[in-house]
């Protein structure tokens, strides 16, 4: 045998990894720019999502297309599950929230100042949908306290920096219980204590009622897993409705709230 180098041999005689598919670093470095540039259409995306999600819903489409409400629109037109309506909705508020602070702060359109899809994630949104106005509030702060250091307002790198960590900062805070109504007197002037005294009974049976939903919801994946869809997993909760007195379309709604934790997943519409 020749001593020439045996090919895929290293200069050390040890065979080179082996490229599946003859893709190399050349393949490599175009597949990442590829990927790359997906992803900022995405991110793009998501911001022309919430915007135009805005405008639907403020239009009130649902009605002129004949629908009962958004989430059977957003069912019907777009095949998106009623939790994913919503969140939707959050996501746009959120957005709308946000993209008001900073051109208010520091005069600056956020289509190419801060990026949705990494800054508010789904997860994200469902955990700030019901603290926007303290996320805004600490945006509002950290961007007036970058421009008077910087003499200017910040530039938009830095308006996205300041929007990412302040969404970490706040989701990362124990949530602030809400305060108790202001109210002196009940409704027709009835006994304040008596009224009050309703109130936190309500909201109790309130919490119990979401409590056994979700129990319901649970029940509900043990025979039907969250990895199919409601029209498959439909047949097997209306059996299982039958035998515990209940209906498929009350038992995927609890499914869809263990799975997202979103309470309206299990209210009307």
Not at 47 to 52: D, H, I, N
Not at 68 to 85: D, N
Not at 192 to 211: F, I, N, P
Request: aromatic share 4%; hydrophobic share 40%.
């Amino acid at each position: 045998m020749s001593g020439g180098r045996r090919t895929g041999a290293g200069r050390d005689g040890r065979a080179s990894p082996a490229q599946p598919g003859g893709r190399g670093p050349g393949a490599a470095r175009r597949l990442t720019g590829e990927l790359r540039a997906a992803i900022e259409e995405v991110r793009s995306a998501v911001l022309v999502l919430a915007g135009r999600v805005r405008a639907a819903h403020r239009a009130r489409v649902w009605t002129v297309r004949g629908y009962g409400g958004w989430a059977a629109y957003a069912g019907a037109e777009f095949g998106v599950s009623r939790s994913t309506a919503y969140r939707l909705l959050d996501l746009a508020a959120a957005a709308e929230a946000i993209e008001a602070t900073v051109r208010r702060e520091a005069g600056l359109e956020l289509s190419h100042a801060w990026d949705t899809g990494l800054v508010l994630p789904v997860r994200a949104v469902v955990d700030l949908k019901d603290r926007i106005a303290e996320l805004t509030d600490l945006i509002a702060e950290r961007l007036a306290d970058a421009g008077a250091s910087g003499g200017r307002p910040p530039d938009a790198a830095v308006v996205a920096e300041i929007v990412a960590r302040s969404v970490a900062d706040v989701r990362s805070r124990p949530d602030v219980p809400t305060a108790e109504p202001a109210v002196v007197h009940g409704p027709d002037s009835r006994d304040t204590e008596r009224w009050h005294s309703c109130v936190a009974r309500g909201r109790d049976l309130a919490r119990q009622r979401l409590d056994i939903r979700r129990e319901l919801g649970l029940l509900a994946l043990q025979v039907a897993p969250g990895y199919l869809c409601d029209r498959e997993a439909e047949e097997t909760l209306g059996i299982l409705g039958e035998e515990i007195g209940s209906t498929a379309e009350q038992l995927l709604a609890a499914r869809r709230y263990a799975l997202t934790g979103d309470p309206r997943a299990v209210e009307a519409p």
